[in-house]
């Protein structure tokens, strides 16, 4: 009797290496936490530093336990311990040092939304904050929506409706994460209170939130069918019920175009004015840098979506033909790609 000879795949090594930025909130966590997930038959390693036990949990939620870093010089001889196939770095930008520390202890390193000097001196940039004028990047930045990874929560396993119910009175959800610098929250909801129409207005107040709350709370009192959520899954539980949704223009837009709610977007700052995903062309109504936006502005796009029942249905068919759902396959496939060794960026 023959052996029978199996092939067993051999496992590459991938390595995550996180860092907190507060522009940038929490989604690099989550998106780190969706990738991991999906490379689970490789040898995956995860390295943080951030000072919120909030975004620990994140990764510890999916089972995923990280390795806590205070120094990126500290990384080094884990690298050298490791020998990763792959290194793939989310969050803050980086600089060209870093990637040279790392580079004698790993061919291929990806980064995700870095406009940093790392961000050249890496092999691949994949870009879901992409900017509308790009021809000043060099060939390995990727900018693109596919870069989005879908977390797990926001997946479908039901068809969504094509057309929703409106809600009586019309829900209006304002969420504006990551900060909210300005105090958008604030400035939104006081103009939203001078329409008026009988409207529901849910306000998110997520961990980030900078400021004190007693003036929200006066606003919400002074008004009807009015309140505020603070919940970490609050825009999760909000999409199936909003009519209308007013954020900010980092990376939520992505999330409410999973589902398909209509949107408009306020800049929280001069960076996010510069991403083009939420715009028009995929489904948002878009009013530039938040602390300029004026109370017509606000309240006439409202109005827009809320009015007129083609603008709205048209917004919600430009997002659900982006398919974010399918771009957790082709960003594993392409990570699988880098680790071994199937792509023809050369490294820098």
Same mark, same amino acid.
């Given at each position: 009797?023959?052996?029978?000879?199996?092939?067993?795949?051999?496992?590459?090594?991938?390595?995550?290496?996180?860092?907190?930025?507060?522009?940038?909130?929490?989604?690099?966590?989550?998106?780190?936490?969706?990738?991991?997930?999906?490379?689970?038959?490789?040898?995956?390693?995860?390295?943080?530093?951030?000072?919120?036990?909030?975004?620990?949990?994140?990764?510890?939620?999916?089972?995923?336990?990280?390795?806590?870093?205070?120094?990126?010089?500290?990384?080094?001889?884990?690298?050298?311990?490791?020998?990763?196939?792959?290194?793939?770095?989310?969050?803050?930008?980086?600089?060209?040092?870093?990637?040279?520390?790392?580079?004698?202890?790993?061919?291929?390193?990806?980064?995700?939304?870095?406009?940093?000097?790392?961000?050249?001196?890496?092999?691949?940039?994949?870009?879901?904050?992409?900017?509308?004028?790009?021809?000043? #990047?060099?060939?390995?930045?990727?900018?693109?929506?596919?870069?989005?990874?879908?977390?797990?929560?926001?997946?479908?396993?039901?068809?969504?409706?094509?057309?929703? *119910?409106?809600?009586?009175?019309?829900?209006?959800?304002?969420?504006?994460?990551?900060?909210?610098? =300005?105090?958008?929250?604030? +400035?939104? #909801?006081?103009?939203?209170?001078?329409?008026?129409?009988?409207?529901?207005?849910?306000?998110?107040?997520?961990?980030?939130?900078?400021?004190?709350?007693?003036?929200?709370?006066?606003?919400?009192? *002074?008004?009807?069918?009015?309140?505020?959520?603070?919940?970490?899954?609050?825009?999760?539980?909000?999409?199936?019920?909003?009519?209308?949704?007013?954020?900010?223009?980092?990376?939520?837009?992505?999330?409410?175009?999973?589902?398909?709610?209509?949107?408009?977007?306020?800049?929280?700052?001069?960076?996010? #004015?510069?991403?083009?995903?939420?715009?028009?062309?995929?489904?948002?109504?878009?009013?530039?840098?938040?602390?300029?936006?004026?109370? *017509?502005?606000?309240?006439?796009?409202?109005?827009?979506?809320?009015? =007129?029942?083609?603008?709205?249905?048209?917004?919600? +068919?430009?997002?659900?033909?982006?398919?974010?759902?399918?771009?957790?396959?082709?960003?594993?496939?392409?990570?699988?790609?880098?680790?071994?060794?199937?792509?023809?960026?050369?490294?820098?």
């Amino acid at each position: 009797m023959h052996n029978e000879l199996q092939t067993i795949k051999p496992q590459k090594t991938i390595v995550f290496i996180i860092e907190s930025c507060i522009e940038k909130g929490l989604y690099p966590f989550e998106r780190v936490a969706t990738l991991a997930k999906l490379l689970a038959n490789e040898k995956v390693f995860i390295f943080a530093k951030t000072p919120s036990k909030d975004t620990i949990r994140i990764l510890t939620n999916e089972n995923l336990t990280p390795i806590l870093f205070d120094h990126f010089d500290q990384l080094q001889k884990h690298m050298k311990a490791l020998q990763p196939n792959l290194i793939v770095r989310d969050g803050r930008n980086s600089e060209s040092w870093q990637v040279l520390k790392l580079r004698p202890f790993c061919n291929t390193i990806i980064h995700f939304d870095d406009f940093g000097e790392g961000g050249q001196a890496c092999d691949c940039v994949l870009l879901s904050l992409y900017h509308e004028v790009k021809d000043y #990047l060099p060939s390995h930045y990727i900018g693109g929506s596919l870069a989005f990874a879908l977390p797990t929560a926001y997946k479908h396993s039901t068809p969504l409706p094509d057309i929703k *119910s409106p809600e009586n009175p019309p829900h209006i959800v304002v969420a504006f994460e990551d900060g909210d610098e =300005h105090n958008l929250t604030y +400035r939104t #909801l006081r103009h939203l209170t001078q329409l008026h129409i009988p409207l529901q207005i849910t306000v998110i107040i997520d961990e980030s939130y900078q400021h004190a709350t007693d003036d929200l709370q006066m606003m919400v009192l *002074s008004r009807r069918n009015t309140s505020i959520l603070r919940d970490k899954d609050a825009l999760l539980q909000l999409l199936p019920k909003a009519d209308v949704i007013i954020c900010n223009a980092n990376y939520t837009p992505y999330k409410i175009a999973s589902y398909g709610v209509p949107c408009i977007t306020l800049a929280q700052n001069e960076v996010e #004015l510069l991403h083009a995903f939420p715009r028009e062309h995929n489904g948002f109504i878009h009013l530039g840098l938040g602390r300029k936006m004026k109370q *017509s502005q606000i309240q006439n796009a409202v109005m827009e979506f809320l009015l =007129h029942e083609a603008r709205s249905e048209r917004a919600v +068919r430009k997002q659900r033909q982006l398919n974010l759902a399918s771009n957790n396959e082709t960003l594993e496939a392409l990570l699988l790609d880098f680790a071994y060794d199937r792509h023809n960026i050369a490294s820098t």
